[in-house]
């Protein structure tokens, strides 16, 4: 916004008559309708009809003035009460005309200034005046208003997209992005207010149009018929006043019409319009060269006007002389060297470094080597930033979190197809595509097998291969599932982040969480709060998002933790109460038809490990021997793979009190493992158990 625009928005709200602005406007509009209905006196109609030509004026002033369209946003609902307002003027001037033959000083200064004493001359030009308005201006920016409201909603996507782009890359923060989204859809309801607004002033063109014939037709009748006027006398005198007053009404009109134009067709400018003439039209030396010859050798041409075109081609190339060779003003070299001597004396201080700067770590970045930039860069088609947006979006409605921005970075260290995922600065996943090639991977129904490089699928280190575009059609009829190399890494992203969840949540994150349920859900936040602090409720979030429970519902999932809470205040116990109360939600993905297949712990073995039970500062663990966790650890590989080869889930099934401490005793050799207690199975559900887990064969 330009300073002056700025200043003058700061004095008005400074300003003691303008505190309350909202009573003043409705007080205006109420006086307009009251204008159209109680009889006005000249000099009050004199005052006011000046007011209309000094509020065009300024309207027209201001969008020319205005950087940004945005600036003045207000326009299109004012430009209905002005256009109101003009309309009430043309009914009070009609009546003072009709019923006196006379409308004030305004209308007949006009009315005499312009038909000077020839009613045919001014009749002529006020038409010219209307079909001006209503032919060119009017209907032109009625036409690019519909235009710029369509492109602009048209192109409101795309927009979008490009702010989630430039968040996601790291180049904006959540604050700025917030205002463009803003500004964007603002920009939009804009242009689209502008389509309807612009109507109003082609109806406003055709009503004044009215209106004249109207008063020029019922002044001459009624001067003839009931004011005793020769008809010559009649004619003329009506005619200066209708001509006046479709003056004095129309040329407030032209301007405003003008300004809807000039509003709607600056849709690329970055500065407001003076600046923008004066620089473009200056910044070719050339083009104002050969406009300068030109008009010269129309000087010298027989018959034309030699004087007049010999000036205006000399000014010119005397302009386009300066540009060319760079006749700068004193003002100008001062300055140069002002800003030079700037320069030096800033490149003579010695920078600050800021130590600060080398403490900030990122909570999610992703490092790849310079062969997969065009996977990122959108000039070579890359889609990688639109798929991360996705990606947020899905793990928000997934798991009922924010993911943070995922900040994206060229690593020259790494080899070229090479990429690094890492969370708070430390590595959780690396991988390497084939650029130009395609994942191949057999689901287990491939009808024939087709050659590639054999690979690895890096989010779950499944076996696949590496084709050729030429073989993705072969392949897909083969069976097998084909993915393109932006969605291998995508995938991947999306399985650290539900890997690796828990540690991504933050308190920060947290209390913007709770903030949006207070929206909604108030008391549950409020009867929490006191019971337990955030880093509290984050702790308990944070192992219900390590065993992939999502945390979406988070007003029922508050309600139980302050449940909870009002028992004990130990993390552990009131993370186990949460899990009874999401039980549904616990089993839903493992059952099959109302079967749920299990592994069972053996009754000696739940019976040591209930005994080996021991409360610590950190919760419930286990405490045996090593030799008997080794049996456990190795008995469980065993029974994992037989159960992951048939293409199942392994589910332990325990009681409730072990259910914490043997997740954790197992959670670092086998993580994704789903271990439920008998609490959280749902009523109704068969109980299949597949295997045994015993410290013995």
């Not at 002033?201 to 001067?223: E, F, K, P």
């Not at 030799?627 to 392994?650: C, F, H, N, S, Y």
């Not at 914490?660 to 299949?688: H, R």
Request: proline share 4%; charged share 20%.
């Amino acid at each position: 916004m330009p300073p002056s625009l700025q200043a003058t928005k700061d004095f008005i709200r400074s300003n003691p008559f303008t505190k309350h602005r909202d009573a003043l406007v409705i007080f205006g509009i109420v006086c307009i309708v009251l204008l159209m209905i109680v009889p006005t006196p000249k000099s009050v109609l004199d005052i006011l009809l000046t007011f209309m030509i000094g509020i065009a004026l300024l309207i027209l002033m201001t969008s020319m003035v205005i950087d940004n369209v945005l600036d003045f946003s207000v326009y299109p609902g004012m430009l209905l009460v002005v256009t109101l307002f003009r309309l009430a003027l043309n009914i009070a001037s009609t009546r003072l005309i009709l019923s006196e033959g006379d409308a004030g000083q305004v209308i007949a200064a006009f009315g005499n200034y312009v038909t000077a004493g020839n009613i045919i001359v001014g009749t002529i030009m006020f038409l010219i005046l209307v079909i001006i308005q209503f032919v060119v201006i009017t209907k032109g920016a009625t036409r690019i208003a519909e235009v710029a409201a369509r492109f602009t909603l048209d192109a409101m996507p795309q927009k979008q997209m490009a702010v989630d782009a430039d968040l996601n890359a790291g180049h904006i923060t959540e604050q700025e992005a917030f205002q463009r989204r803003s500004d964007i859809q603002r920009e939009a309801d804009f242009y689209g207010a502008m389509d309807g607004a612009s109507k109003f002033v082609r109806g406003d063109a055709i009503a004044g149009l009215i209106i004249t014939g109207i008063n020029m037709i019922g002044g001459i009748i009624l001067g003839v018929a009931m004011q005793d006027m020769e008809i010559a006398e009649a004619l003329e005198t009506f005619t200066k006043l209708t001509i006046g007053d479709g003056l004095v009404s129309q040329i407030p009109a032209l301007m405003i019409s003008t300004s809807s134009g000039i509003i709607v067709t600056r849709a690329a400018s970055k500065s407001n319009l003076g600046s923008e003439l004066i620089s473009q039209f200056s910044q070719s030396a050339k083009a104002l060269a050969i406009t300068s010859f030109v008009m010269i050798l129309l000087g010298i041409v027989p018959g034309m006007p030699t004087i007049p075109f010999l000036v205006m081609g000399s000014l010119i190339g005397f302009t386009s002389y300066r540009m060319a060779f760079g006749v700068k003003s004193k003002q100008e070299k001062e300055d140069e060297e002002k800003a030079k001597k700037a320069a030096e004396e800033a490149a003579a201080m010695p920078k600050e470094e800021k130590i600060e700067d080398y403490l900030l770590v990122d909570q999610m970045e992703l490092e790849i080597g310079y062969g997969l930039i065009p996977l990122v860069d959108v000039n070579q088609g890359g889609d990688l930033l639109e798929r991360i947006t996705m990606l947020r979006r899905q793990m928000a409605g997934e798991l009922g979190m924010i993911v943070p921005p995922i900040r994206i970075r060229d690593n020259i260290q790494l080899s070229p197809n090479e990429y690094l995922i890492k969370i708070k600065g430390n590595e959780v996943g690396r991988g390497e595509l084939m650029m130009g090639s395609y994942l191949a991977m057999n689901p287990g129904n491939v009808s024939q097998r087709i050659p590639g490089i054999k690979t690895k699928e890096p989010a779950f280190n499944l076996d696949a291969l590496w084709i050729t575009e030429s073989q993705k059609e072969a392949a897909e009829l083969a069976g097998y599932t084909v993915v393109e190399l932006p969605a291998v890494l995508a995938t991947h992203l999306t399985e650290i982040i539900r890997r690796h969840a828990s540690e991504i949540l933050m308190r920060q994150d947290v209390k913007a969480l709770l903030e949006n349920v207070k929206k909604n859900s108030p008391a549950v936040v409020e009867e929490l709060g006191p019971m337990l602090s955030t880093g509290e409720i984050q702790q308990i979030l944070s192992m219900l998002l390590q065993e992939r429970i999502s945390i979406r519902d988070l007003a029922s999932i508050l309600e139980l933790m302050a449940n909870a809470a009002k028992i004990s205040k130990d993390t552990v116990f009131i993370n186990e109460q949460v899990r009874l109360g999401l039980t549904r939600q616990i089993c839903k993905p493992f059952v099959n038809n109302g079967q749920m297949s299990v592994i069972a712990l053996a009754p000696d073995l739940e019976q040591m490990l209930e005994a080996s039970l021991q409360s610590t500062n950190r919760g419930p663990r286990l405490v045996i021997r090593p030799d008997l966790v080794g049996r456990i650890l190795e008995r469980m590989d065993t029974i994992q793979t037989k159960i992951q080869a048939l293409g199942e889930q392994p589910i332990i099934v325990c009681s409730p009190n072990i259910r914490y401490p043997l997740k954790k005793l197992l959670e670092s050799n086998f993580p994704n493992l789903v271990i439920l207690s008998y609490s959280e199975i749902v009523t109704g559900i068969n109980i299949t158990v597949a295997e045994t887990l015993s410290t013995h064969d």
